[in-house]
C-alpha cells in the first residue's frame, strides 16, 4: 500500500523563527492525526548562518530525511536560502519564498549567490515560485518577527490539515502573549494567498 508522506523544508537564517515555525507545523500535522519526524540543522545560526529544517508526516514516518528533488514544499524565510534550497524541490512542489534579503555571509554567496534569476531556475525545475511580502505584512501588524507565522499562513492553504489544529498548534507552541498576534499573522498570511495554485498533498 502506498501511503503518502508529505515533506516540507523550511530554511532561513538565525533569528528569523524558523525551528518554532518547524514545531508549528509539526503540532498542527500531530493533532491532525498524523505520524510525525522532524530534523534541524544549525550552520552558525547564532550569526546569521543557515537554519534548515524538515518536518515529514502521514500515516507512517520512518526518516526526517528529504533527498534533494524530493520536498513537496520549500518554506524559504529569504531569498537566499530559497536559492540555496531549491534543488530540494520536487518538480510539480512549490516554493514559497518571503522577499526579504538579508545581508548574506561570504560563505552564502560563495554557494549560492544572490539569486537574481530565482523564479527562471524554479520554472526549469518545474517548482511554482510564490513570493512573499512576509515581512512588510508583519510589519503591518506591528512586529517583524511575525513573518515566519505569516509564511504559515501561506503554507496552510496548501496542507490538508484543518485550520483549528493550526490554531491550537500556535497555542499549544508560541509564548502565550504572543497568541494573538501570532493568530493574527497566521490569518493574515492564509487570506494573502487566496487564489494561489491548488495542490493536492
Given at each position: 500500500m502506498n501511503?503518502?508522506?508529505?515533506?516540507?523544508v523550511l530554511a532561513g537564517v538565525g533569528g528569523q523563527g524558523s525551528v518554532l515555525a518547524t514545531r508549528v507545523v509539526a503540532t498542527a500535522a500531530e493533532l491532525a492525526g498524523h505520524d510525525v519526524v522532524t530534523s534541524e540543522v544549525h550552520g552558525m545560526a547564532q550569526r546569521g548562518g543557515t537554519v534548515t529544517t524538515t518536518v515529514r508526516y502521514g500515516d507512517e514516518v520512518l526518516s526526517s530525511a528529504i533527498p534533494d528533488g524530493e520536498a513537496d514544499f520549500l518554506?524559504?524565510?529569504?531569498?537566499?536560502?530559497a536559492a540555496?534550497?531549491?534543488?530540494?524541490?520536487?518538480?510539480?512542489?512549490?516554493a514559497l519564498v518571503n522577499d526579504q534579503r538579508i545581508a548574506p555571509s561570504i560563505e552564502a554567496l560563495r554557494t549560492a549567490g544572490y539569486p537574481a534569476d530565482l523564479d527562471a531556475r524554479a520554472r526549469d525545475r518545474g517548482v511554482t515560485l510564490l513570493s512573499y511580502p512576509a515581512l512588510r505584512l508583519a510589519r503591518e501588524l506591528g512586529n517583524e518577527k511575525l513573518a515566519s507565522t505569516v509564511m504559515l499562513g501561506a503554507l496552510a492553504n496548501f496542507l490538508?490539515?484543518?485550520?483549528?489544529?493550526?490554531?491550537e498548534a500556535i497555542r499549544n507552541t508560541v509564548p502565550s502573549r504572543t497568541v494573538g498576534a501570532n493568530e493574527a499573522a497566521f490569518d493574515t498570511g492564509a487570506e494573502w494567498l487566496v487564489g494561489a495554485p491548488s495542490f493536492s498533498f
Open positions: 501511503r503518502k508522506i508529505t515533506s516540507i518554506v524559504a524565510f529569504e531569498r537566499l536560502e540555496r534550497h531549491l534543488a530540494m524541490v520536487a518538480p510539480g512542489g512549490a490538508f490539515i484543518d485550520r483549528r489544529h493550526w490554531r
